[in-house]
């Protein structure tokens, strides 16, 4: 066998280079609430406990909340949003900024549809209703925690 | 801003006085009450926005308000007691790790990992310091992203992920130490990211290993790494690996192949052998209804061992590399309890491990029975916090007994 020639990973390279180069955004605000609530003509400022949030609604019929919060994934901060519907349960959840190099598989669509339906006394424990994903575990782990805040607060509020 | 909002709500009210003290009608005076109403309603709304959308003008506000700059860390103590008198029974900060990471940018980042192993290390201590990573990773999409600088070979599932708390057992198990060499990291440059759905790929091109620093058959090719240390880079290895995840699934493989002659420079005798090193693995893991399973079979092969042999062979190492090495373990464990932080899961796992020397009669150079074991272990993982975690196990080899153990370990990472 002959020794590996150092020059291949030059194509390597030149092929990352002709790649797209994309930040750490994934979704703009208008983005993640359309993605949220796609029916909704209006996006309502409504903070709820001091929560950045939203009231979607439709022809003036509330639809349900998008809330906007932020966890720590390893060590870099995650902001994502949720969907709440006006009936207390979870849509989906949206991640917008993801900025470390590891850890992203939170951003798969199965990962995160796992959180619909969800409501305030849902257990949202990571391995136990919530499953994880190898590697990921911390992102994982406090994205589940952040939502199941945010669904405390939620429902807080709402009681008022 | 807000100045001038309340200036506008001070007009709107002293307008609405204005009006109120005029002698309108009561129904016109409700009318105009409702319209007050809506106005400061709108203002509200107005500043509102306008903070929010301040907010929003920096959503990343909180992370840069701190630092670019991360730190982050794990670390172990454990106890292992021996049964067999003859063995020394120990305790010891086995690890503490402490990592690094810098954001320059979306795109660009470090990430490093020092690790002091055993405490004090010094010329009359047993302990090491050592860069568990060091490298710069650029990331192009989620689906590019470059590497480069000293990294973890992605071959296994414990060599990348191998903070306390994510495995089972206080030692790390024997087939991704003897056959895998977790810690396992080298000198290159690598491709990586997510494709499709949870298809995650690694690939490129490093240091290898050095076969003319190979002198422990025990522990596989580990000790012909090179750990970045003036690593001898006449052959350079590639690597590549695959794995597929969805909530709660892992399985993947990993491979690694390249000469290890390294053209004789750490020793002359090797030169002009290529001695190549292949290491393979398949993996998976899934987590269902408490169960947590796991698995892994890892195996490699060795060019030119008996030529490596001859020429490291010491009186001390007669048989310094191994021709083939291969092993497997199956691990089941259960959450027996769990409430909020709190977690105790028991595990129980089975391995197997076969290092193949090479066999010369003539020199009376025969294989080691204890190099060819197989291991119980059985134990509990207990979770204080889901990063903090208090482990115990017992451990019964098959073939070397004396080797038989139990341990306790104190974990965690940060």
Known sequence: MSAIDPRLWVPVALACAAAPVQGAQYLTLEQAQRALFPEADAFAPAPLGGQRAWAASRGGALLGHVMVDEVIGKHELITYALGVGADGAVRSVEIMDYRESRGGEVRDPRWRAQFKGKRSDSPLRLEEDIQNISGATLSCRHLTEGVRRLLALHAAELKK | MEARESFVKKHVKLLAMAFALSPLTVAAQSTIEQKIDALQQEVERLKQESRLRKEQ???????????????????????????????????????????????????????????????????????????????LNY????????????????????????????????????????????????????????????????????????????????????????????????????????????????????????????????????????????????????????????????????????????????AATPFAAPKSLKGWYGQAAYHVYRRGDLDVAPFV???????????????????????LERVQTIGVNFKVHPQVVLKTDIQHYKVDSTRNRFNIGLGYMF
């Open chain 2, 349 to 371: 796992r089975l391995e197997r491990f076969e290092i193949r020397q090479q066999e010369d009669a003539a020199l009376g150079l025969f294989q080691d029975p204890k190099n």
């Open chain 2, 139 to 314: 990331r192009f999409s989620d689906a590019a992203n470059v590497k480069g600088g000293l990294f973890l070979i992605p071959l296994g599932i414990l060599n990348e992920t191998h903070e306390p708390p994510t495995y089972y057992g206080v030692e790390r198990n024997e087939v991704e130490t003897r056959i895998i060499p977790t810690t396992w990291r080298e000198l290159g440059f690598g491709l990586h990211g997510l494709v499709g759905q949870g298809f995650k790929y690694d690939a490129g091109i490093t240091t290898g290993f050095n076969s003319g620093k190979l002198d422990d058959p025990s522990t596989g090719i580990r000790s012909g790494h090179q750990e970045g240390q003036l690593a001898d880079a006449k052959d350079l290895s590639v690597y590549g690996a695959l794995n597929y995840q969805a909530p709660g699934l892992l399985v993947g493989g990993g491979l690694f192949t390249g000469n290890t002659g390294q053209n004789g420079q750490a020793n002359p005798l090797l030169k002009g052998v290529a001695a190549r090193l292949t290491l393979w693995d398949v993996h998976a893991k899934y987590s269902i209804a408490g169960f947590d399973l796991q698995a892994l079979y890892a195996a490699g092969t060795l060019g030119d061992a008996d030529k490596v042999n001859a020429v490291t062979s010491t």
């Open chain 2, 57 to 135: 003008a920096a959503p990343a506000a909180g992370a840069d308000a701190g630092s670019a700059t991360s730190i982050f860390g794990y670390g172990e103590f454990n106890y292992n007691r021996y049964r067999d008198s003859e063995r020394t029974s120990k305790a010891d900060l086995r690890r503490f790790v402490i990592g690094f990471g810098h954001r320059f940018s979306d795109e660009l980042s470090f990430q490093s990992e020092l690790e002091i192993e055993h405490a004090i290390a010094s010329a009359a201590d047993r302990g090491e310091v050592a860069m568990e990573q060091a490298y």
